[in-house]
């Protein structure tokens, strides 16, 4: 542990923060389906999701060491380019939570890490066949995937139960959706974990204290997993409105087949390394499960706002990061606490503004839409 220097320990706590965003902001990925349909009460679902998270993160690290030692030059990167990187993962979670809009946590850090790495140590420190094979390609084809299985595992549902009594159909696929939510958990956790191990050893090994090609070490594993974990229990209120009502309106038979279809893409994914996006995935798989419902209603403008965020958290990620690693780069710690501050504020910021027009547990079913201004009332009449 002598290679843990004060930047080392500050990029550590800085990969942890995102972790903890990364669990509050995908905490719908599992359970904003369910929380729409009653198969579970909110604070039930996420203390599961949470739960979950932390087990699903022991399950494998092939994503890891795609991050740690895929898609950037572990031989360039130095801990101050990962902090900026770092950075801008974290202020595109929190700017795309407040907007309620299920954007891709992954795809910031990949973008921030990418900017920075590309400002820090040039063109060559980043992989750029391996960003096409491991992230871009994944990210056009895992939702289109989990889309078709869910719609096909909707119209099958509804197919063999279209003479069952509703009630009887409801309770018993509500009774699967916490089932089918369950494994979601467990699989983002076994995927989106990983990341931030993932990070954590590339710090490592950027400082010297593990080898090139090094795995994640048990205690990266287990506190990755419980500030996912962490993060998930608070629940991402915001992004669960969104995906859990402003998508489409979900029964219990859509949620069901939603979640399935995720489920297998996910850990399909995870087990050949592939760092997807499990926003995407189940964003898709809700998608899908919409259009497979007879007479159902897809939001597309809400689709369009979700489908523009996913297009822009890469580059706008890179920008942020690249900027920061620029300031480090040339400001070494000064520029670290500069960048450090900065974010600070904006982040502080965002969360007030999240409170002029907040969800919680007790409303978060209570509309489809999320703004960030709460509207201006207006008078009827005046008294004298």
């Given amino acids: 542990m002598d290679h843990i ?11 942890l923060a995102f972790d903890f965003t990364n669990g509050f902001h995908d905490t719908a990925n599992a359970m904003a389906t369910s929380i729409a349909t009653g198969a579970l009460k909110p604070r039930t679902a996420v203390l ?3 739960v979950l998270n932390i087990g699903g993160a022991f399950l494998s690290t ?9 898609i950037v030059d572990d031989t360039l990167v130095t801990p101050g380019m990962i902090f900026a990187g770092l950075v801008g993962a974290i202020l595109w979670n929190l700017l795309t939570w407040l907007l309620g809009l299920p954007s891709s946590s992954s795809h910031a850090l990949f973008g921030g890490l990418v900017g920075a790495v590309w400002v820090g140590a040039g063109e060559h420190g980043v992989h750029f066949d391996k960003v096409v094979e491991k992230v871009l390609i994944p ?18 549902a509804y197919k063999i139960t279209a003479r069952a009594r509703q009630d009887s159909v409801t309770k018993g696929f509500r009774l699967g959706q916490i089932a089918s939510a369950s494994l979601v958990s467990l699989a983002h956790g076994t995927n989106d974990a990983q990341k931030t191990m993932g990070v954590i050893t ?14 994640p070490p048990v205690w990266v594993i287990a506190s990755a997993g419980l500030a996912i974990g962490l993060g998930t229990y608070l629940g991402g209120w915001r992004i669960i409105r969104t995906m859990g009502k402003g998508l489409t ?39 899908g499960a919409g259009l497979g419902r007879r007479l159902a209603e897809v939001r597309w403008g809400t689709a ?16 942020v990061g690249g900027v920061s690693a620029s300031v480090v780069k040339d400001g070494g710690t000064f520029g ?11 982040a502080a910021f965002i969360v007030l503004a999240s409170r002029r027009n907040p969800v919680r547990a007790d409303n978060v079913n209570d509309a489809h839409e999320v703004t960030v201004r709460a509207a201006v009332p207006t008078t009827v009449g005046t008294v004298a």
């Fill in 5 to 15: 220097t004060f930047l080392v320990a500050v990029v550590i706590v800085t990969a």
């Fill in 48 to 50: 599961i999701g949470g």
């Fill in 62 to 70: 092939e994503v890891a060491k795609t991050i740690s030692g895929g």
């Fill in 139 to 156: 990210a056009v084809a895992s939702p289109i995937v989990a889309g078709v299985a869910a719609l096909l595992a909707t119209y099958l």
């Fill in 202 to 215: 590339l710090t490592l090994i950027s400082a010297g204290a593990l080898g090139h090609d090094a795995g």
């Fill in 249 to 287: 309106d979900i029964q219990s038979p859509q949620g069901f087949a939603a979640e399935a279809a995720a489920t297998t893409v996910i850990l399909t994914s995870a087990h050949l390394g592939f760092a997807l996006s499990t926003t995407q995935v189940c964003s898709g798989g809700i998608l």
């Fill in 304 to 319: 369009g706002r979700m489908m523009i965020a996913w297009l822009v958290t890469l580059p706008a990620a890179a920008l």
């Fill in 336 to 346: 670290t606490v500069v960048i450090a501050l900065c974010a600070a504020a904006v």
